[in-house]
């Protein structure tokens, strides 16, 4: 089964990245694709 990136909707393929957020006062984590995820990283060490 294909996942889709939480952030840009596109199909991800291979390893699958997973983030995790806050929604309704809970941590979820959702996939992301591997250019989301970096862009993800980099907002977090900032």
């Known amino acids: 089964m294909n996942e889709t990136c939480f952030y840009c909707e596109e199909e991800i ?9 806050v929604y309704e006062n809970d941590h979820v984590e959702k996939p992301l ?3 989301c ?10």
Do not use: M, P, T, V
């Open 13 to 21: 393929e291979g390893y699958l990245r997973f983030a995790s957020f």
């Open 33 to 35: 694709c591997q250019h």
């Open 37 to 46: 995820y970096h862009e993800w990283l980099e907002g977090i060490k900032n």
